[in-house]
């Protein structure tokens, strides 16, 4: 018994340096991985900026026509710092975006649309010019919100609905076959909506997710997070467009 | 000699140590790799720190910390690329994709996610050579056959959306069967998505809600979102929006997968191909999810 108590005292004062030696190994890892975070956080930035200055050869053309329409999904936080939306569209006028659909789920961005339409030069409606007709030196802006989501898709969805009632024969009460994807498109265009399919969708804001972009136009579309748009990179900008004109996809074939 | 020692106890201080001590704080085998991926782990929680700062400067409100997601959904990509990488065929990888979906079928529902969707074969898949998608259509039996004990046994409950008219009627019936032997389990559901597209699910809701109509069951001017909601092949689910999508492999799109119910849903792109998805990977992707703020598209 007398031998039991130093030994047990003994262990449990090695478990507890042990413990005590494994918690400052723990810390110095935690050191280790932020510094190794602040590390690439600067490399990025470096990167971003060397790209914005032309430095970086692989930036400096890109094949800007497989970028046929572009779509900019932006938090409602953000979506109340105009500035910065106008910043970013400059920068894909710059770039040589020619068509761009901006969406913040509360229609935000809807309401200042004739401020950006001033502040952004080139630009026009794209519900105006229509995507065929629009002039190389000029941007197309499309203003999209949730209401151009499942609101829209309801209203063409209950336009076939009618169409199919009317079409039921009283013999056979078969009615016509209207539940097709180019009968779907036509109603949408009907109620105001654009059915183009973007190729790219820039995410800025908090969440990784589409927030609501119109479903319905979103099959093929590349997703990509960009981070906050308070302190967006136009070299992060340049990279995403670049990486996405390197993408190949293979549509599930 | 006492170069060697000091090397020797370097070597012990910088790595064996920490390594075991990994090891024992996750109950992961000690491996390099299992390091590895720990510490891309602390990093990306750290890239989420900066985010989550950045949040409570500008709107100084308290965030909303999620736990679990309820319905986890997955695109299972890579199976093409992880055979090709190996020198095998593609039926092989499609046979380790599915022994993948298994394993992280007992993976999710053990850490406690409700409902797991997996987007086995795409409508836009038939158009793949013909031996593949008979191949696909043989693993697809395959597995229902043999899988069925398990799913009694740890009550999984399955259910099969999609277009039924082009699946095979040897498999159909596997699928009625399966899908009748677990329809009265509940907790854990795990929907496989074959010859499965966003569009061709919304236009079956109208579709329904047009025949419902023509029955006098429903008004037209009745029709609104939640009433297409109900229509859709999820509302076989409790949890029909998935709070977490993983597309595997890198590509960074929902290619047709629950356009409808992913309004607000996570998404998470990681570059591993569906095969080596494991364990460790499933981990990471659900810390991420727990990392994220969701407001639904409301200011909070």
């Known amino acids: 018994m007398d031998f039991n108590d130093p030994m047990l005292a003994l262990s449990s004062w090695i478990g507890q340096i042990g413990d005590f030696g494994l918690d400052l190994v723990w810390r110095f890892i935690h050191i280790v991985v932020t510094l190794w975070h602040i590390v690439s956080g600067i490399f990025e930035s470096v990167e971003s900026y060397a790209i914005s200055l032309g430095l970086i050869q692989k930036y400096s053309s890109i094949d800007i026509e497989k970028l046929k329409c572009l779509a900019v999904v932006v938090d409602i936080e953000a979506a109340r710092d105009v500035s910065k939306v106008i910043e970013l569209l400059q920068w894909l006028t710059t770039i040589g975006v020619k068509q761009v659909g901006l969406f913040d789920s509360q229609g935000l961005l809807k309401k200042s649309k004739d401020m950006i339409l001033e502040m952004v030069p080139r630009s026009v409606l794209l519900q105006e010019t229509g995507e065929k007709h629009i002039s190389p030196d000029r941007i197309a802006l499309e203003f999209i919100s949730s209401s151009d989501n499942k609101e829209a898709v309801v209203k063409a969805a209950n336009i076939l609905l009618e169409k199919y009632l009317k079409s039921i024969h009283p013999e056979n009460g078969v009615g016509e076959n209207v539940f097709t994807e180019s009968h779907l498109n036509e109603a949408l265009r009907v109620v105001g909506e654009s059915v183009h399919v973007p190729d790219l969708l820039l995410v800025y804001g908090p969440v990784r997710s589409h927030l609501g972009f119109p479903a319905w136009r979103l099959r093929y579309t590349e997703i990509v997070h960009m981070g906050s748009l308070k302190y967006m990179r136009y070299g992060s900008l340049l990279k995403a467009i670049h990486k996405f004109t390197g993408v190949r996809q293979n549509y599930g074939v | ?300």
């Open chain 2, 1 to 300: 000699m006492v170069s060697l020692f000091s090397v020797v106890l370097t070597f012990i201080a910088i790595i064996l140590i920490p390594g075991l001590f990994i090891s024992r704080r996750l109950s992961v085998p000690f491996s390099i790799r299992n390091i590895l991926r720990f510490i891309k782990l602390a990093a990306s929680q750290n890239d989420d720190e900066e985010e989550r700062n950045e949040k409570r400067g500008t709107m100084g409100e308290k965030e909303k910390r999620g736990g679990l997601p309820k319905h986890v959904a997955i695109i299972l990509d890579g199976n093409r690329r992880w055979a090709q990488k190996r020198g095998v065929g593609t039926s092989d990888g499609h046979k380790a994709g599915a022994r993948r979906v298994i394993e992280n079928a007992k993976d999710c529902f053990a850490m406690g996610i409700n409902t797991v969707s997996l987007f086995a074969f795409s409508t836009e898949n038939w158009a793949r050579p013909e031996d593949e998608v008979n191949g696909l259509m043989s693993l697809f039996e395959e597995n229902f056959r043999s899988e069925l004990p398990f799913f009694q046994r740890d009550k999984i409950k399955i259910s099969v959306i999609g277009n039924r008219t082009k699946i095979p009627q040897s498999l159909l019936g596997l699928i009625r069967e399966t899908e009748e032997a677990t329809k009265s389990y509940e907790g854990k559901h795990l929907i496989l998505a074959i010859d499965y597209s966003g569009k061709f699910d919304i236009l079956q809701a109208c579709k329904s809600l047009a025949e419902k109509a023509k029955n006098g069951v429903i008004q037209v001017e009745d029709i609104d979102e939640s009433v297409i909601d109900k229509e859709l092949m999820t509302n076989c689910s409790e949890f029909p929006n998935p709070d977490l999508l993983i597309r595997t492999s890198g590509e960074q799109r929902i290619s047709n997968f629950f356009l409808w119910q992913s309004a607000y849903t996570e998404l998470y792109f990681p570059n591993v191909l569906w095969p080596d998805f494991g364990e460790a990977e499933y981990l990471q992707a659900l810390t991420w999810y727990q990392q994220r703020l969701r407001r639904f598209g409301r200011r909070v």
